[in-house]
Protein backbone atom coordinates (compact mmCIF):
# COMPACT_ATOMS: atom_id res chain seq x y z
CA UNK A 1 0.00 0.00 0.00
CA UNK A 2 2.94 2.35 1.16
CA UNK A 3 4.40 2.07 -3.01
CA UNK A 4 1.28 2.56 -4.56
CA UNK A 5 0.59 5.40 -2.40
CA UNK A 6 3.86 7.20 -3.32
CA UNK A 7 3.89 6.54 -6.81
CA UNK A 8 0.23 7.84 -7.49
CA UNK A 9 1.33 11.28 -4.95
CA UNK A 10 4.27 11.60 -6.89
CA UNK A 11 1.69 11.29 -10.51
CA UNK A 12 -0.38 13.98 -8.84
CA UNK A 13 2.50 16.27 -8.07
CA UNK A 14 4.25 15.44 -11.80
CA UNK A 15 0.92 16.23 -13.23
CA UNK A 16 0.01 19.52 -11.47
CA UNK A 17 3.90 20.70 -12.15
CA UNK A 18 2.89 19.52 -16.00
CA UNK A 19 0.31 21.89 -15.94
CA UNK A 20 1.61 24.31 -13.85
CA UNK A 21 4.27 25.12 -16.51
CA UNK A 22 2.20 24.53 -19.69
CA UNK A 23 -0.41 27.23 -18.54
CA UNK A 24 2.68 29.71 -17.56
CA UNK A 25 4.19 28.89 -20.80
CA UNK A 26 0.95 29.91 -22.45
CA UNK A 27 -0.32 32.53 -20.50
CA UNK A 28 3.09 34.33 -19.58
CA UNK A 29 5.62 34.00 -22.44
CA UNK A 30 6.00 36.47 -25.22
CA UNK A 31 5.70 35.75 -28.57
CA UNK A 32 9.04 36.21 -29.88
CA UNK A 33 10.50 33.82 -27.64
CA UNK A 34 11.87 30.60 -28.59
CA UNK A 35 9.65 28.17 -26.02
CA UNK A 36 6.59 30.07 -26.72
CA UNK A 37 7.48 28.84 -30.59
CA UNK A 38 8.06 25.25 -28.66
CA UNK A 39 4.28 25.77 -27.01
CA UNK A 40 2.63 26.65 -30.60
CA UNK A 41 4.75 23.34 -32.28
CA UNK A 42 3.46 21.12 -29.20
CA UNK A 43 -0.08 22.28 -29.80
CA UNK A 44 -0.32 21.98 -33.89
CA UNK A 45 1.49 18.63 -32.84
CA UNK A 46 -1.50 17.40 -30.80
CA UNK A 47 -4.12 19.60 -32.64
CA UNK A 48 -6.51 17.33 -34.44
CA UNK A 49 -10.01 18.86 -33.37
CA UNK A 50 -9.54 22.54 -31.87
CA UNK A 51 -8.68 22.20 -28.34
CA UNK A 52 -7.32 18.50 -27.82
CA UNK A 53 -4.30 20.19 -25.74
CA UNK A 54 -6.65 21.59 -23.34
CA UNK A 55 -8.43 18.79 -23.20
CA UNK A 56 -5.30 16.47 -22.41
CA UNK A 57 -4.16 19.06 -20.06
CA UNK A 58 -8.08 18.91 -18.32
CA UNK A 59 -7.37 15.10 -18.43
CA UNK A 60 -4.17 15.08 -16.71
CA UNK A 61 -5.42 17.15 -14.15
CA UNK A 62 -8.41 15.07 -13.91
CA UNK A 63 -7.03 11.72 -14.03
CA UNK A 64 -4.59 12.65 -10.84
CA UNK A 65 -7.09 14.43 -8.57
CA UNK A 66 -8.97 11.21 -9.15
CA UNK A 67 -5.90 9.34 -8.37
CA UNK A 68 -5.32 11.11 -5.48
CA UNK A 69 -8.74 10.79 -3.59
CA UNK A 70 -9.04 7.26 -4.40
CA UNK A 71 -5.54 6.43 -2.34
CA UNK A 72 -6.84 9.24 0.20
CA UNK A 73 -10.41 7.43 0.63
CA UNK A 74 -8.24 3.75 1.39
CA UNK A 75 -6.39 5.94 3.56
CA UNK A 76 -9.05 7.01 5.58
CA UNK A 77 -11.55 4.05 5.53
CA UNK A 78 -9.28 1.28 4.62
CA UNK A 79 -10.58 -1.57 2.36
CA UNK A 80 -11.53 -4.61 4.21
CA UNK A 81 -12.17 -6.76 0.71
CA UNK A 82 -7.78 -6.08 0.75
CA UNK A 83 -7.58 -6.41 4.08
CA UNK A 84 -6.02 -2.63 4.50
CA UNK A 85 -6.63 -0.83 7.41
CA UNK A 86 -7.25 2.46 7.56
CA UNK A 87 -4.20 4.46 8.42
CA UNK A 88 -5.37 8.09 9.01
CA UNK A 89 -5.24 7.82 13.14
CA UNK A 90 -1.99 7.08 12.56
CA UNK A 91 -0.59 9.43 10.52
CA UNK A 92 -0.84 13.13 11.11
CA UNK A 93 -1.00 15.30 7.67
CA UNK A 94 -4.72 13.48 6.43
CA UNK A 95 -6.06 17.48 7.02
CA UNK A 96 -3.28 18.42 4.97
CA UNK A 97 -4.25 15.67 2.16
CA UNK A 98 -7.72 16.54 1.98
CA UNK A 99 -6.95 20.49 1.96
CA UNK A 100 -4.70 19.54 -1.06
CA UNK A 101 -7.40 17.43 -2.60
CA UNK A 102 -10.14 20.06 -2.05
CA UNK A 103 -7.49 22.94 -3.52
CA UNK A 104 -6.75 21.15 -6.59
CA UNK A 105 -10.56 20.32 -7.09
CA UNK A 106 -11.46 24.16 -6.90
CA UNK A 107 -8.08 24.50 -9.47
CA UNK A 108 -10.01 22.00 -11.89
CA UNK A 109 -13.08 23.66 -11.97
CA UNK A 110 -11.25 27.62 -12.27
CA UNK A 111 -8.90 25.58 -15.46
CA UNK A 112 -12.29 24.27 -17.25
CA UNK A 113 -14.12 27.52 -16.79
CA UNK A 114 -11.14 29.48 -17.77
CA UNK A 115 -10.63 27.34 -20.86
CA UNK A 116 -14.21 27.02 -21.70
CA UNK A 117 -14.26 31.14 -21.93
CA UNK A 118 -11.24 31.35 -24.27
CA UNK A 119 -12.13 32.73 -27.22
CA UNK A 120 -9.21 29.80 -28.62
Avoid at 17 to 38: D, G, H, Q, R, T
Avoid at 47 to 57: D, E
Wanted: proline residues 3%; contains cysteine; aromatic residues 10%.
Amino acid sequence: MVKVTQRLGGYFVIANAIVSVYSFLVLFLPKESLLWKFVVVLDLFFLVNGKLTVKMVTMLLTSSLLAAVAVAQVGKRGNTNAGWLPICGQVPRCDQITGALIADLVALILYVLFCSSSPL
